[in-house]
Nanobody
Framework: QVQLVESGGGLVQAGGSLRLSCAAS????????MGWYRQAPGKQRELVAL???????NYADSVKGRFTISRDNAKNTVALQMNNLKPDDTAVYYC??????????????WGQGTQVTVSS
């Protein structure tokens, strides 16, 4: 079993910054893709940013130029630096990881979510 623990959410004014962090632990052989998703009230969960083990990146158009995703493969962590935040960024942010365990089984895991609220 694998656990993802997030931290770093909170309340910030528009134009401000926040940094989200996520640490994976448990029966991990390697992690392929790590990423962040978000879900605003009344809306579907959407992709924010992804990063592969090799460092390939993918961002939602709405966050390009404002958010930066990074990871530490040795520590099984992923971070999301969010700058110039807008009220539309308000959502619960979820960490996601595609994990290969020691039995060569791939599974998808989610964190518990962390609230980000941007006031206007």
């Amino acid at each position: 079993q694998v656990q993802l623990v997030e931290s770093g959410g909170g309340l910030v004014q528009a134009g401000g910054s926040l940094r989200l962090s996520c640490a994976a632990s448990g029966s991990i052989f390697t992690i392929n893709v790590m990423g962040w998703y978000r879900q605003a009230p009344g809306k579907q969960r959407e992709l924010v940013a992804l990063i592969t083990r090799g460092g390939n990146l993918n961002y939602a158009d709405s966050v390009k130029g404002r958010f930066t995703i990074s990871r530490d493969n040795a520590k099984n962590t992923v971070a999301l630096q969010m700058n110039n935040l807008k009220p539309d960024d308000t959502a619960v942010y979820y960490c996601n990881a595609n994990v290969w365990d020691i039995k060569a089984k791939a599974s998808n895991y989610w964190g518990q979510g962390t609230q980000v609220t941007v006031s206007s």
